[in-house]
C-alpha cells in the first residue's frame, strides 16, 4: 500500500488536530522511512520478483525489523512515548501510535502472506489485496478521497500557499502511485532503497503544509509538532 497509508494521516488530523500533518505523516509511513534503511544496512532484504503479486514485483521476503507485528507493537509506543515527551499530548500522542500501528495492518490487508509477526518466527500473514489490481485501487483511492475529506473538514489554509502546498502534494502522490501501478520493476534490488529514501521528503513538506494552515473552529487551537 502507498497512498493508503497517507490516507491514514490525512485521517488521523481530524482525530489529533494538535499535530502537524508532518508528523503524521511520518508516524503512518514509519515502517516505510526504516525499510530502506535497513535494506542499505543489509538487516533486510527484498527481491525483484515481477508477478509475485499483479500489483507489486516486489518479494518482501527478509523484513522483521520493520514490519515484523511484534517489533510494529514496539515502534508504535516508541513513537508514542517521544511524542508525549516532547509536547505532553497524550491525546496525540494516542493517534500517532495508531498510525504506526495501521501501516502494518493495511499492509496485512494489501500484502500476500509475506507480513512476519516477530524476528525468528517463520510465521507470515496477508490477506493478499495485491492480487486484484481493481480491488486494490478500490480500495487505496477510496481512502485516499476519504483522507483528504477528512482532513479538509478540520484544516484551512492561512494564505495561497496553504492551499497550493497541499494540493501540489496531493497531485504528486497520485503521479507517483500511477508510476508504480503502470510503470516497470525496478532495473535491481540495489535501486530500491534510495528510490524509496525519497519519501522522507514528504515529511517537511507536510511540515511547510501545516505552518500555512490552521483548524478550523478553534482561535486558541495551534499546531504543536
Excluded at 181 to 206: D, E, M, Q, S, Y
Aim: glycine share 8%; aromatic share 14%.
Amino acid at each position: 500500500m502507498f497512498i493508503g497509508h497517507y490516507a491514514a494521516a490525512l485521517a488521523a488530523k481530524k482525530a489529533a488536530p494538535r499535530a502537524s500533518l508532518g508528523t503524521l505523516f511520518l508516524a503512518a509511513q514509519f515502517l516505510d522511512l526504516l525499510w530502506p534503511i535497513f535494506l542499505l544496512l543489509g538487516m533486510e532484504h527484498v527481491r525483484v520478483a515481477p508477478g509475485n503479486t499483479a500489483f507489486t514485483p516486489l518479494d518482501f521476503y527478509d523484513y522483521p525489523i520493520s514490519h515484523g507485528l511484534l517489533m510494529v507493537v514496539g515502534w508504535s509506543v516508541a513513537f508514542a512515548i517521544v511524542y508525549w515527551l516532547a509536547r505532553r499530548d497524550a491525546r496525540s500522542a494516542w493517534v500517532l501510535a495508531g498510525c504506526v500501528l495501521s501501516h502494518w495492518l493495511l499492509d496485512f490487508v494489501t500484502h500476500r502472506p509475506d507480513l512476519p509477526l516477530a524476528p525468528g518466527l517463520h510465521r507470515y500473514v496477508g490477506l493478499g489485496l495485491w492480487n486484484s489490481i481493481a480491488g486494490t485501487l478500490m480500495v487505496e483511492l477510496g481512502m485516499f478521497a476519504v483522507g483528504i475529506a477528512l482532513f479538509l473538514s478540520v484544516s484551512k489554509a492561512k494564505d495561497r500557499t496553504g492551499m497550493i502546498s497541499f494540493w501540489s502534494l496531493m497531485v504528486l502522490l497520485l503521479i507517483i502511485y500511477a508510476g508504480n501501478i503502470f510503470g516497470g520493476p525496478p532495473p535491481n534490488v540495489k535501486a530500491i532503497a534510495p528510490i524509496t529514501l525519497l519519501l522522507w521528503l514528504f515529511v517537511p513538506w507536510a511540515y511547510w503544509i501545516d505552518r500555512h494552515r490552521s483548524v478550523k473552529g478553534s482561535r486558541s487551537m495551534t499546531t504543536s509538532a
